[in-house]
């Protein structure tokens, strides 16, 4: 089965009544989703609530159980999904180069979709003008052509980033970008992904994190899980509630959006008892 390139009309993932059981545990359980272009959507929910597992079914890396997973209008399970891969942007933090690379060679080991700089493989004059493109609109310019192994956790980030971007994906999957960074980094990062969605009005994103200030202002959608179940999902404005949110984490916390379009998150305590 081969995957002719995917057109440009439709939603680009589509999940319907999807479950996903391991060892008779339902790990997701009626969840459906439908992204379109140009929507960048936030996957939320707290430790083990079923995240990492979505973003695998919308990646193409597992299969339902039960429902149906549509990526760029293809059936999952009706595919080559090694193949429709390709046509994805899927960024793995933990993502380690083979070799002693630069950047600027990781970055364009996203071409061939490998660890190693593939050998007597020489990329087109526009595709190396693209990667240095890329390269700078994460901000990394400067760092082109440094070695991977001296990068910081946040540089890595972004270059990854740039590498899922290589094949002009029109969906690009997140999974926890933000974890480890410190704060400058954080907001660096959170600011190249607002700058790229800017320059790329069609390409959608899915992004998971635990945390509502790692999302950033240009999130139009959020679905929130809880124990493998969709708790709410649609515009982020509908979602992001401090009644919703305090439910997905069973806890009550106080939800304020910005001025600058991001948000907050303060957990509320239980009042400690008073002194006699
Ligand atoms: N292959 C598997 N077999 C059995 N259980 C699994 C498998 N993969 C994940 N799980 C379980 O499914 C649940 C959901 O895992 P998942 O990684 O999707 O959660 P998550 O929301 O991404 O969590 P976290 O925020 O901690 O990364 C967890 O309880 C996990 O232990």
Not at 40 to 57: D, F, I, Q, R, V
Not at 134 to 157: D, I, P
Not at 172 to 198: C, F, K, V, Y
Request: charged letters at 20%.
């Amino acid at each position: 089965m081969t995957v002719s390139r995917p057109c440009d009309t439709g939603p680009v993932l589509r999940a319907d009544a999807v479950a996903i059981v391991r060892d008779g545990r339902h790990l997701l359980r009626d969840v459906s989703l439908t992204v379109n272009r140009g929507e960048h959507w936030a996957l939320l929910g707290a430790n083990g609530a079923g995240k990492s597992t979505l973003l695998g079914l919308l990646g193409a890396v597992t299969h339902p159980t039960r429902g149906l997973v549509q990526v760029l209008g293809r059936t999952l399970g009706r595919v080559d999904v090694r193949e429709l891969r390709s046509y994805l942007g899927h960024v793995n933090p933990r993502h380690a180069p083979d070799g002693p690379l630069t950047v600027r060679e990781v970055v364009l080991t996203g071409l061939t979709n490998t660890a190693a700089f593939v050998p007597r493989w020489t990329p087109s004059p526009e595709e190396a003008e693209r990667a240095d493109r890329l390269v700078a609109m994460l901000g990394m310019a400067a760092r082109s052509g440094a070695s991977w192994a001296t990068l910081s956790q946040g540089e890595r980030g972004r270059a990854l980033i740039a590498r899922a971007l290589m094949p002009q994906p029109r969906l690009l999957l997140l999974d926890e970008p933000a974890t480890g960074l410190d704060l400058a980094a954080r907001e660096q990062l959170l600011s190249s992904i607002d700058a790229l969605r800017a320059e790329h009005p069609t390409l959608a994103t899915v992004l998971v994190t635990h945390h509502l200030e790692e999302l950033p202002a240009s999130t139009t959608h959020a679905m929130l899980l809880r124990d493998g179940r969709c708790l709410a999902s649609g515009p982020v404005g509908d979602v992001l509630t401090t009644d919703l949110v305090s439910a997905c984490f069973d806890h009550p916390v106080l939800i304020v959006r910005g001025d600058d379009g991001r948000w907050s998150a303060r957990a509320g305590r239980a009042p400690a008892a008073l002194p006699r």
